[in-house]
Nanobody
């Protein structure tokens, strides 16, 4: 069971990055997928989620309008397009997945609600 993130790096404020998360050995098409981030000394928090089909999305207020989550079930991959990046977006970004059939709602916001995790990718935004 693997989730592997890629696409992180160093970018100037106002720039863009696209993160990818490729899944293997998972029933990807049945999972709600989320992107979380964790800054030094802070908790891991959700920033976006997408349902199994890609038809429903959730964003935390701080990234709404700047970030876009999407998925390609044929490629077993979820993406996070990040635009208008700010220094406060600097963090390690993780993708996570969980069978939404296990929940009463299509997404959850707690990191402990997700069973599958990637190793994380660093995003650094310079001012």
């Amino acid at each position: 069971v693997q989730l592997v993130e890629s696409g992180g790096g160093l970018v100037q404020a106002g720039g863009s990055l696209r993160l990818s998360c490729a899944a293997s050995e998972l029933p990807f098409g049945t999972l709600t997928m989320g992107w979380f981030r964790q800054a030094p000394g802070e908790e891991r928090v959700i920033i976006a989620a997408v349902n199994w089909s890609g038809g429903r999305t959730y964003y935390v207020a701080s990234v709404s309008g700047r970030f876009a989550i999407s998925r390609d079930n044929a490629k077993n991959t979820v993406y996070l397009q990040m635009n208008s990046l700010k220094p406060e977006d600097t963090a390690v970004y993780y993708c996570a997945g969980h069978p939404s059939s296990a929940w009463s709602t299509w997404y959850r916001t707690g990191a402990n609600e997700y069973d599958y995790w990637g190793q994380g990718t660093q995003v650094t935004v310079s001012s």
